[in-house]
């Protein structure tokens, strides 16, 4: 079945960087964008970017422009997102997904919490 | 950043109808086709129940359905039952530089 999973749980530090990864199976990878998605505590979701996976090509939302980076290594089937200059305002769980038409999402990662605290 | 609204929670007794709304502007809901809800149980990934407004993905139940008029987007389950209990949450393509907003979410409540 079509599934993604992401990497556990991290712990950083104000400042630092975190890479999560998004491992697909199931299903043919570069027919597929692949979004990032984050929830924190108590928050509404919000949408970080995508990434066009057959040819690489990357879209960010203005408020994460320059302090995320979306990659992906198409022979091990896997995305990446990669936030810079942590706050404990970014203390949140990040999920990647698969389009799902013009403006869907699905299946979604089972999630990955990062923690920001010094 | 902007947000679709939702009532902050619906309840109903099981077997009954129940709508809940998503409210944008013409920047996103009124403006794109492209409306879609999620189910989300507590400490569990967002499953997709509705997108484009009104489709249905392969395997989700009739019981749930989708509508739009002008700026609100609407999720409908009828015949609702005790698994249906969860946030509901809806997203839409936006014209702002966020390309996709998410609504602020539901909780239902079976009664």
């Known amino acids: 079945q079509v599934q993604l999973v992401q990497s556990g749980a991290e712990v950083k530090k104000p400042g630092a960087s975190v890479k999560v990864s998004c491992k697909a199976s199931?299903?043919?990878?570069?027919?597929?964008?692949i979004h990032w998605m984050r929830q924190a505590p108590g928050h509404r979701l919000e949408w970080l970017g995508w990434?066009?996976?057959?040819?690489?090509?990357?879209?960010?939302s203005q408020k994460f422009q320059g302090r995320v980076t979306i990659t992906r290594d198409t022979s091990a089937s896997t995305a990446y997102m990669q936030l810079r200059s942590l706050t404990s305002e970014d203390t949140a769980v990040y999920y990647c997904a698969r389009t799902f038409g013009p403006g869907g999402f699905d299946p979604w990662g089972q999630g990955t919490l990062v923690t920001v605290s010094s | 950043q902007s947000a679709l609204t939702q009532p902050a929670s619906v309840s109903g007794s099981p077997g009954q109808s129940i709508t809940m709304s998503c409210t944008g502007t013409?920047?996103?809901?009124?403006?794109?086709?492209?409306v879609s809800w999620y189910q989300q149980h507590p400490g569990k990934a967002p499953k997709l129940m509705i997108y484009d407004v009104s489709d249905r993905p392969s395997g989700v139940s009739n019981r749930f359905s989708g509508s739009k008029s002008g700026n609100t987007a609407s999720l409908t389950i009828s015949g609702l039952q005790a698994g249906d209990e969860a946030d509901y949450f809806c997203?839409?393509?936006?014209?702002?530089?966020?390309?996709?907003?998410f609504g602020t979410g539901t909780k239902v409540t079976v009664l």
């Open positions: 013409s920047s996103d809901v009124g403006g794109y086709d492209s």
């Open positions: 199931g299903y043919t990878f570069t027919n597929y964008a």
């Open positions: 990434i066009n996976v057959g040819n690489g090509n990357t879209k960010y």
């Open positions: 997203s839409s393509y936006t014209s702002s530089s966020t390309l996709y907003v």
